[in-house]
């Protein structure tokens, strides 16, 4: 295997944990945040402030991967991966600061710019980089990374959390060294030198634009769509999850709900991982559209099946590792699928475009999904409400292509 291959696949494997790890630290100290700084008390109160502020982080995760993934075809993968992985980690570190509700809105707002621009350029990457026969391979072994990252994050939060949620976002500086090693070792892929080689009189706007084209708009549309489908399915349960979670434990001490909700986490990850080993093996041989609707079916499913009134919180425990294995495991079909809707010169942008465009549409679902906690009265039910929008990609991506087997379009 060639030097750069390894060192693309280290790369993003590690700018992808650590975007996971920052991305979540918030979500684990969600509970204990806002009730500090908004003095919420009730399930619905701390789930609203919470899905609002998560929903302005969404959507500069959205944001940021639209800009930062025309920019990842302009100026190059690893430069755009380091610049990316920079803003992420300051801004998740800053938010330890923050004295009041707004100020952690804006500085979490800025972090998702940054964690929603690193995916399109590390996966860029690694699929410009690595042979076509195990390109899908390392593909899932870099999105595994985002179950390590939750690894990290509940680990953080098992040792800072019982002392301050502002040590836990603090934390969120430590990828700032991955930088260094990206920046002195990793090249751009041959590939993309040599394509952009030849569209040096494109602008940023004719590159978005180019999306758009006749031949390319379906593929655009349809990622978009299945991206959507299943992020707006599954945030809801994630976000929701801790509340649930200290909710069921009642009145207890922060170390035991620190504790609780990080093993809990851990638990929906040791099942992620095993949906990514399984789409590592399966993805060529089932096709991409059939292993995306799979996962959607399980989806759906298990968070009908987990989000129950009566679920206590031993059974909720016991479920969250197949609950993991779909919700979390079914993002790994797109690493396999978006990189291969759109050639080379266009590639970030396309894919970056489908991934976050759709998180920024997915912006208000944390939102309503807390303003449904009020509506319906429980956690149970707001989350499975919001999961039943998982049937719309289990129609869109039919009308996809199959690109399982197909080689990378230049």
């Excluded at 809105?105 to 996966?123: H, K, N, R, Y």
């Excluded at 680990?155 to 959390?161: Q, S, T, Y």
């Excluded at 929008?389 to 379009?409: C, D, H, K």
Aim: aromatic share 12%.
């Amino acid at each position: 295997m060639p030097k750069a291959a390894k060192l693309a696949l280290l790369s993003g494997f590690l700018g992808w944990m650590f975007d996971s790890m920052d991305l979540n630290l918030f979500t684990l100290v969600l509970v204990p945040t806002i009730r500090e700084l908004t003095g919420a008390k009730t399930p619905a109160e701390i789930a609203q402030a919470g899905g609002l502020i998560i929903a302005l982080k969404i959507f500069g995760w959205g944001l940021g991967g639209v800009l930062f993934g025309v920019a990842a075809d302009r100026l190059g993968r690893s430069r755009t991966l380091v610049w990316t992985i920079l803003i992420y980690a300051v801004f998740t570190a800053a938010s330890g600061l923050a004295q009041n509700w707004t100020q952690l809105a804006i500085l979490q707002t800025l972090a998702g710019i940054g964690i929603g621009g690193e995916w399109a350029a590390g996966a860029a990457l690694i699929a410009e980089t690595w042979p076509e026969k195990s390109r899908v391979k390392a593909m899932q072994t870099m999105q595994m990374a985002y179950a390590f990252g939750f690894f990290l994050a509940a680990g953080v939060n098992i040792l800072l959390g019982p002392i301050s949620w502002r040590y836990v976002l603090a934390a969120g500086i430590i990828p700032a060294i991955a930088t260094l090693f990206i920046r002195r070792f990793v090249p751009e892929p041959e590939r993309w030198q040599q394509v952009r080689a030849k569209a040096v009189n494109e602008t940023a706007a004719s590159t978005f634009a180019a999306i758009f084209a006749p031949d390319i708009r379906r593929n655009t549309f349809v990622g978009v769509t299945i991206a959507l489908a299943m992020m707006v399915g599954s945030w809801a349960a994630l976000t929701l999850l801790p509340g649930w979670i200290s909710q069921l434990l009642g009145p207890s001490n922060a170390k035991l709900a620190a504790w609780t909700i990080s093993w809990s986490f851990i638990l929906l990850n040791i099942g992620a991982v095993a949906g990514y080993v399984t789409l590592i093996f399966v993805a060529d041989i089932v096709g991409r559209r059939r292993c995306y609707f799979i996962f959607c079916v399980g989806s759906l499913a298990s968070i009908l099946y987990t989000f129950q009134p009566g679920t206590t919180l031993e059974q909720l425990q016991t479920m969250l590792p197949v609950l993991g294995y779909f919700i979390v495991g079914g993002f790994g079909t797109f690493a396999a699928y978006l990189p291969e809707l759109f050639p080379t010169r266009i590639r970030g942008t396309g894919q970056g475009f489908c991934y976050n465009m759709s998180r920024m549409l997915t912006a208000p679902g944390p939102l309503i999904a807390g303003t449904l906690v009020g509506t319906f009265g429980s956690i149970p039910q707001a989350a499975s409400a919001v999961a039943l929008f998982l049937v719309v990609g289990m129609v869109v991506i039919w009308f996809g292509p199959e690109t399982a087997g197909q080689p990378l379009r230049d």
